[in-house]
Structures are given as structure tokens and as C-alpha cells.
């Protein structure tokens, strides 16, 4: 059996353990989520989302060790997430780890979480894709787009400058009276509206592989100060979800065309919604890898994966690892 790599992320509101093998077989994946805890206020509350933390961490890791029949005797090496995400939410994670590194004398490897996101791929559900291809990583937190050359070769060809796609969704749904998070929600509801409804802006930006989602947002919000009743919220949000889609299946097309490559991987929660999953497998002559959807919400999993390669090269953290809020990839 390969080397056997504890995983840990805390990065946001999913409190995630998981063991995986060689950076690709998955021997356990648990993620224990928060939407009860924050669907009341309509969006993440950080302070509450650390706090939830510290109470799940220490049962999730026991039942991913449980779950993988695995002792730490045999574990190579604890991974953590280290950044980007929410400070308080990553000190948990991060602490945790390092006592169990310490504890059990265990190499620790600080993953970014992008990274991890980036090598969701890499696992053996439906991956690996063929090398290099093209990264979308499309989150609550992130828009952004890589090219990738193999596990931890990564260029970043375009990255959201305001809202990410996923927060768009959660806004959206926030102005609909959905609920929180917006985007499954906005997904289902999609599927039995009009999306020609209303005609809503597409923000291609064509000098550039960089996102903006903030004005698609207020565009919604300006439809919806009209009042107009014959349109319903199934049509308004099949309407915001196929501009979004526009958006992200373009931008996919220039990032093809721009690197000269033919494979695509999609990760990040958005990349559960069916209408882009659908969509994307219409691309004529480009080879798509889709996760199945509890790789692509925020797991554990992937920072095993992403953990793998620098297991391999001894980039090893020490007992000062900080974890950071901003964290670029790289
Ligand atoms: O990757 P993720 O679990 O956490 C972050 O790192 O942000 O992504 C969460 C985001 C939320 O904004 C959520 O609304 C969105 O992913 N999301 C979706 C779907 N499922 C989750 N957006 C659109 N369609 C979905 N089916
Ligand atoms: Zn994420």
C-alpha cells in the first residue's frame, strides 16, 4: 500500500477528515458541514463557524481513522489546509494538526486549499485527466482558472476581481429568500425555469481570463426592484444561472484555445451545479473531468491529494506553521 497521509480541512464552514493513499485513493472522506448553524443568518458567521469546529474535530478525525480501518502507526504523514479561508476557522484545523503530528512524531504538510481544490482531480473517482489541462476551480470563496502541468505545477491564467460564482449564487438566493447556501437551491429551481426569461448581462470581459460576477448580481437585484409578477423565481433563477454558465463555459473555451490544450477539469462547489456539468460535456473535441460532488464541495480528500506531491519532495511544515486568510497558489 502506498504512504497513508491523515488529512485535515477546516478552511470555511465544513469541518473535513479524510485518509488517502499514493494522493489518489480515498480510504475515508468525512465532512461534517454547518448549514444548520448558519442558515439563519443567510450566509457564514466566522466567529460560530470556529467555534463549531473545535467542537466537531477531534470526532471527525476519529471517524476518518475508523472509517479507513487505519491506526497511526501506519499513517505517513498528517496534511492540514493551511490557507486561504477564514483565520479562525484554519487555526483549528491547523492546531489540531500539529498536535497530532507532534503526539504521534508525523511529518505535517501545510496544503493550500486552492491546491487541493486543483488536485481534486488527481484522485481516482473518473480522474486523473490527461496532462497539462485546464483548472476551473469555482467556489463560495474563489473564481479562478489554472493551467495545470502535473500535481503542485500550476500557472494561474484568471482569477475572479470581485465576487466568486458561488457567492454570487449565496447573494442571489439571499435577495430571493432562498436560503442559505444559495447555489443547490438556485440549481433545483433552475431546472424547471425559462433561463430566457430575463435577459441578464454576461460579463465576458474579453481582454481577459480574469471573472466579475458583482454586476450580474446587481442586475438581479435591479430586476427584482421592479416588481414584475408574471416573471417567477424559477425563471429568474434559470435566467442568473445560464449567464453565469455563459460566463464560465467561454472563459473555459479561451483558456482551451489560449494554452493550446484539450483536457479540462472542473472543481470548487459550483462545480455540483447540473447545469454546468451538463454544459460542459457539450464542448465539442475537449476531454472533460468532472469530480462526483462531494469532491468538489469543500473535503478533506483533496488536501490528501494535493499533500502527496510535496510528501514526496519533503516539503514538510514545523510546529510554527501559521495558517493564512490570503494565500496565493504557488
Ligand atoms: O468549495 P465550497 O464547498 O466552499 C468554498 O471553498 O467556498 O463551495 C461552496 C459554494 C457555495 O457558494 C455554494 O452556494 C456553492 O458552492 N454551490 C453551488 C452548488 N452547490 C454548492 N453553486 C451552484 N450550484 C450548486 N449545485
Ligand atoms: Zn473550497
Same mark, same amino acid.
Given at each position: 500500500?502506498?504512504?497513508?497521509?491523515?488529512?485535515?480541512?477546516?478552511?470555511?464552514?465544513?469541518?473535513?477528515?479524510? *485518509?488517502?493513499?499514493?494522493?489518489?485513493?480515498?480510504?475515508?472522506? *468525512?465532512?461534517?458541514?454547518?448549514?444548520? *448553524?448558519?442558515?439563519?443568518?443567510?450566509?457564514?458567521?466566522?466567529?460560530?463557524?470556529?467555534?463549531?469546529?473545535?467542537?466537531?474535530?477531534?470526532? /471527525?478525525?476519529?471517524?476518518?481513522?475508523?472509517?479507513?480501518?487505519?491506526?497511526?502507526?501506519?499513517?505517513?504523514?498528517?496534511?492540514?489546509?493551511?490557507?486561504?479561508g477564514l483565520i479562525g476557522s484554519l487555526i483549528v484545523g491547523?492546531?489540531?494538526?500539529? +498536535?497530532? !503530528?507532534? /503526539?504521534?512524531?508525523?511529518?505535517?504538510?501545510?496544503?493550500?486549499?486552492?491546491?487541493?481544490? &486543483?488536485?481534486?482531480?488527481?484522485?481516482?473517482?473518473?480522474?486523473?485527466?490527461?496532462?497539462?489541462?485546464?483548472?476551473?476551480?469555482?467556489?463560495?470563496?474563489?473564481?479562478?482558472?489554472?493551467?495545470?502541468?502535473?500535481?503542485?505545477?500550476?500557472?494561474?491564467? %484568471?482569477?475572479?476581481?470581485?465576487?466568486?460564482?458561488?457567492? !454570487?449564487?449565496?447573494?442571489?438566493?439571499?435577495?430571493?429568500?432562498?436560503?442559505?447556501?444559495?447555489?443547490? /437551491?438556485?440549481?433545483?429551481?433552475?431546472?424547471?425555469?425559462?433561463?430566457?426569461? *430575463?435577459?441578464?448581462?454576461?460579463?465576458?470581459?474579453?481582454?481577459?481570463?480574469?471573472?466579475?460576477?458583482?454586476?450580474?448580481?446587481?442586475?438581479?437585484?435591479?430586476?427584482?426592484?421592479?416588481?414584475?409578477?408574471?416573471?417567477?423565481?424559477?425563471?429568474?433563477? +434559470?435566467?442568473?444561472?445560464?449567464?453565469? &454558465?455563459?460566463?464560465?463555459?467561454?472563459?473555459?473555451?479561451?483558456?482551451?484555445?489560449?494554452?493550446?490544450?484539450?483536457?479540462?477539469?472542473?472543481?470548487? %462547489?459550483?462545480?455540483?451545479?447540473?447545469?454546468?456539468?451538463?454544459?460542459?460535456?457539450?464542448?465539442?473535441?475537449?476531454?472533460?473531468?468532472?469530480?462526483?460532488?462531494?469532491?468538489?464541495?469543500?473535503?478533506?480528500?483533496? &488536501?490528501?491529494? !494535493?499533500?502527496?506531491?510535496?510528501?514526496?519532495?519533503?516539503?514538510?511544515?514545523?510546529?510554527?506553521?501559521?495558517?493564512?486568510?490570503?494565500?496565493?497558489?504557488?
Amino acid at each position: 500500500m502506498n504512504e497513508a497521509i491523515l488529512a485535515i480541512d477546516t478552511s470555511c464552514d465544513d469541518t473535513s477528515a479524510a *485518509v488517502v493513499c499514493g494522493g489518489s485513493q480515498i480510504l475515508s472522506n *468525512v465532512v461534517s458541514g454547518q448549514n444548520l *448553524v448558519h442558515e439563519r443568518f443567510g450566509g457564514i458567521v466566522p466567529e460560530l463557524a470556529s467555534r463549531r469546529h473545535l467542537e466537531m474535530i477531534e470526532g /471527525v478525525v476519529d471517524e476518518a481513522m475508523t472509517a479507513a480501518s487505519i491506526s497511526f502507526a501506519s499513517v505517513s504523514a498528517v496534511a492540514v489546509c493551511k490557507g486561504p479561508g477564514l483565520i479562525g476557522s484554519l487555526i483549528v484545523g491547523t492546531a489540531f494538526a500539529k +498536535a497530532l !503530528a507532534y /503526539v504521534h512524531k508525523l511529518p505535517l504538510i501545510g496544503v493550500n486549499h486552492l491546491e487541493g481544490h &486543483i488536485c481534486s482531480a488527481f484522485l481516482k473517482e473518473g480522474g486523473p485527466p490527461t496532462l497539462p489541462f485546464i483548472s476551473l476551480v469555482v467556489s463560495g470563496g474563489h473564481t479562478s482558472l489554472y493551467r495545470v502541468d502535473g500535481c503542485g505545477k500550476y500557472k494561474e491564467l %484568471g482569477r475572479s476581481r470581485d465576487d466568486a460564482a458561488g457567492e !454570487a449564487y449565496d447573494k442571489v438566493a439571499k435577495m430571493l429568500g432562498l436560503g442559505f447556501p444559495g447555489g443547490p /437551491v438556485i440549481d433545483r429551481l433552475a431546472r424547471t425555469g425559462n433561463p430566457r426569461a *430575463v435577459s441578464f448581462p454576461r460579463p465576458y470581459m474579453p481582454q481577459t481570463l480574469d471573472f466579475s460576477f458583482s454586476g450580474l448580481k446587481t442586475s438581479v437585484r435591479s430586476f427584482l426592484a421592479q416588481n414584475t409578477p408574471d416573471i417567477s423565481t424559477e425563471d429568474i433563477c +434559470a435566467s442568473f444561472q445560464a449567464a453565469v &454558465i455563459d460566463v464560465l463555459i467561454r472563459k473555459i473555451e479561451w483558456a482551451t484555445a489560449q494554452e493550446n490544450i484539450t483536457s479540462v477539469a472542473l472543481s470548487g %462547489g459550483v462545480a455540483a451545479n447540473d447545469g454546468l456539468r451538463q454544459r460542459i460535456t457539450e464542448l465539442k473535441g475537449i476531454e472533460t473531468y468532472i469530480p462526483p460532488k462531494p469532491l468538489c464541495t469543500d473535503n478533506a480528500a483533496m &488536501i490528501g491529494a !494535493a499533500a502527496y506531491e510535496q510528501f514526496l519532495k519533503g516539503d514538510f511544515a514545523d510546529l510554527r506553521l501559521n495558517p493564512k486568510a490570503y494565500l496565493p497558489v504557488g
